[in-house]
């Protein structure tokens, strides 16, 4: 049985499979680095580095459904991630 990102809607820390799946997502699209940087950081201080936010925001939030409350307040993909470790 093929697993779905359905199954993972139910898990309130960021963890195992949640866990593995964002990040696997993130590097695999090349947007990894806006979760381990901020744009003050980031060598691209453009709409470059905003696409890519924008993008891992939207992944995050497909992946981790059940915990969308949580991080409607945050700004960057990175915060949204940092809340999701920490619930």
């Known amino acids: 049985m093929a ?3 359905d199954d993972f809607a139910h898990v309130k820390k960021l963890v195992g499979h949640s866990y593995f799946q964002i990040v696997v997502l993130l590097k695999a ?9 901020t744009m003050e ?3 691209e201080k453009d709409k470059d580095w905003i696409r890519k936010d924008a993008k891992a ?7 981790d459904k059940g915990n ?4 409607m307040s945050c700004n960057t993909a990175k915060e949204m991630f940092e809340k ?3 619930l």
């Open 41 to 43: 950081d980031a060598a």
């Open 3 to 5: 697993t779905t990102l």
């Open 29 to 37: 699209t090349h947007v990894y680095e806006v979760i381990t940087t």
């Open 68 to 71: 969308i409350q949580f991080i």
């Open 84 to 86: 999701l470790l920490n």
């Open 57 to 63: 925001q939207r992944y995050i939030i497909t992946i």
